[in-house]
Structures are given as C-alpha cells and as structure tokens.
Nanobody, 115 residues
Framework: QVQLVESGGGLVQSGGSLRLSCAAS????????MAWYRQAPGKRRELVAH???????TYGDSVKGRFTISRDNAKNTLYLQMNSLKPEDTGVYSC?????????WGQGTQVTVSS
C-alpha cells in the first residue's frame, strides 16, 4: 500500500527557512508528477509547487523566488525548501504524487510563520 508522510513543518519567525520532506513507501506505477499544496485557515487549498516526471517545475505566484521543489528518486522523497518565509505562508502543507492509477496524498504538516 502506498503511503506519503510529510515532515519538517513547525514554527518559524518571518524571514526564516524550513525544509519540508514527503517520504513515500510502497510501489508506484507511472508517476506523472508531484506537488506541494497548502491550505490556510478559512481559505481554499492552493498549489504551491509542482514538479513533473521530467523535472520541470512550476510555482504559485506568491512563492516564486522563495520556494524550491525538488525530489530524490533514490529515496522516494519529495522536498520543499522554503526561504524568506512570511506570515501569509502559514498553513497545512500537503504533498501529492500523481500516477497513472490514482493520486496519492499525505496527511499534511503544519507550518506557522510568526511576524
């Protein structure tokens, strides 16, 4: 059974950095891409960053130039390096892996940025 587990969230001051990890267990068939999403209290879930199977990346406008998505295929792990964090980056960050059979989601990790 496939499982995604996020880690690395926490409380950080404005301007600080965090690195999120999304470790996958199980076997995947035909991975199309992976992504990080976030959801702030009272707001809709939004795409933070996406990486294709070929390594191409896209970012939400609010995080461009500050966040970097990457992956380690050997470790089956997806990362999100977050720099210059702002209070508006606060939310629950979840990873998702998109495959030919279905999409997989982690349970999320809380990121709180204090001003």
């Amino acid at each position: 059974q496939v499982q995604l587990v996020e880690s690395g969230g926490g409380l950080v001051q404005s301007g600080g950095s965090l690195r999120l990890s999304c470790a996958a267990s199980g076997s995947f068939v035909s991975i199309y891409g992976m992504a990080w999403y976030r959801q702030a209290p009272g707001k809709r879930r939004e795409l933070v960053a996406h990486i294709t199977n070929g390594g191409g990346t896209t970012y939400g406008d609010s995080v461009k130039g500050r966040f970097t998505i990457s992956r380690d295929n050997a470790k089956n792990t997806l990362y999100l390096q977050m720099n210059s964090l702002k209070p508006e980056d606060t939310g629950v960050y979840s990873c998702s892996w998109f495959t030919a059979s279905k999409d997989y989601w982690g349970q999320g990790t809380q990121v709180t940025v204090s001003s």
